[in-house]
């Protein structure tokens, strides 16, 4: 077996994830952590995928990135599985929308250690006064308090908050 | 001992109230005891999660490494929840669902009756983490697993704050 990282994005419409899904189904693939959003007109799938050595999986998907004019790219992956580290901070961002509140708030978090495990961002508010929103985890692996400490130095017209995840094993 | 897997269907069964303390439940509760050490970081066991359908679990959370309000280590017997106050999010795993961890939504406070292991009865108010855990501990007497509450990672990300009157 081997495992790929598929990436596909088109504009959206009705059937995407069904037909992508059902065509890797039929050629016995094994989907397993998948993320996809609908990512303004476009939709947006990132897709983990164990299968035969020997399928070709632009093949496989080829019909259907045609008729729904979706863009593929395939990268190959380790076999990880059960290596999955848990997140153990998770920081939220928000404020008036401007330019670089990413850049500067994943600078200072990687400066200080984090690693980041999953982040997603959204923008709200009105037209004329949007606001910009992220959250996001990831493994502090300089501890919690460097994270603070970095957090600590961002501009003022942001609000971040830093929280441990205290996962419960039972 | 043997940790039940999900999909193991056993783990979906309701367990029976313990009827009587005897050795026989005593030398259960050992092994059970044995069976959450050997777990990696578990705060609690539950009956059936080694294939025994009786109404006990374990839980301690006094050795958190950031140390939360507990009531050391418990061993309850027929524990029964008797009231919930407030909700809480929080990340959840379990012996019995490895490789895998998600949001779950707990009563914040709960009110709790048990039996310990000498036949005494207790009635306590735990809250915060070591509620979740109890709360988590006993789905398990009634064939609930985490994975039967979760929510979203993408909804409700941000932690509602405690505002101070």
Request: hydrophobic fraction near 40%.
């Given at each position: 077996m081997k495992c790929s990282v598929l990436t596909l994005v088109g504009a959206d419409q009705a059937g995407i994830v069904a037909a992508v899904t059902d065509a890797l189904?039929?050629?016995?693939?094994?989907?397993?952590?998948a993320s996809m959003m609908r990512l303004g007109a476009n939709f947006a799938i990132m897709l983990r995928v164990s299968h035969d050595e020997n399928h070709d999986l632009r093949k496989v998907l080829s019909n259907i990135c045609n008729d729904m004019n979706l863009h593929l790219h395939i990268d190959e992956d380790a076999d990880t599985d059960g290596l999955r580290p848990d997140p153990d901070v998770q920081v939220t961002v928000y404020g008036a929308d401007r330019h670089g509140i990413v850049a500067q708030?994943?600078?200072?978090?990687?400066?200080?250690?984090?690693?980041?495990?999953?982040?997603?961002?959204?923008i709200g508010g009105t037209k004329n006064d949007p606001i910009y929103i992220m959250t996001l985890e990831g493994l502090a692996t300089k501890g919690i308090e460097s994270l603070q400490v970095a957090l600590d130095g961002l501009s003022s017209d942001i609000e971040v908050n830093l929280d441990e995840i205290n996962t419960l094993r039972g | 001992m043997e940790i039940l897997t999900y999909p193991d269907q056993r783990l979906k069964?309701?367990?029976e109230s313990v009827e009587s303390?005897?050795?026989?439940?005593?030398?259960?509760?050992?092994?059970?005891?044995?069976?959450?050490?050997?777990?990696?970081?578990?705060?609690?066991?539950a009956a059936p999660q080694v294939n025994n359908f009786k109404r006990?679990?374990?839980?301690?959370?006094?050795?958190?490494?950031?140390?939360?309000?507990n009531h050391g280590h418990m061993i309850m017997i027929n524990p029964e929840i008797?009231?919930?106050?407030?909700?809480?999010m929080g990340r959840e795993g379990c012996l019995s669902?490895?490789?895998?961890?998600?949001?779950?939504?707990?009563?914040?406070?709960?009110?709790?009756?048990?039996?310990?292991?000498?036949?005494?009865?207790?009635?306590?108010?735990?809250?915060?983490?070591e509620a979740r855990a109890i709360q988590h501990e006993l789905d398990h007497l009634d064939g609930l697993l985490f994975l039967d509450r979760?929510?979203?990672?993408r909804s409700d990300l941000f932690k509602r704050k405690n505002y101070k009157k």
């Open positions: 189904y039929k050629q016995g693939c094994n989907l397993a952590q708030v994943t600078s200072a978090l990687a400066m200080a250690g984090l690693n980041i495990i999953d982040l997603e961002t959204d | 069964q309701i367990s303390i005897d050795k026989e439940i005593l030398n259960f509760i050992n092994e059970l005891e044995q069976a959450r050490m050997a777990g990696p970081g578990a705060v609690g066991i006990v679990v374990i839980v301690d959370v006094s050795n958190m490494r950031k140390p939360v309000e008797t009231a919930w106050e407030g909700m809480d669902v490895p490789d895998f961890t998600g949001n779950v939504i707990r009563a914040e406070k709960i009110k709790l009756n048990y039996m310990d292991e000498t036949g005494q009865h207790h009635e306590i108010e735990p809250s915060g983490f979760l929510v979203s990672r």
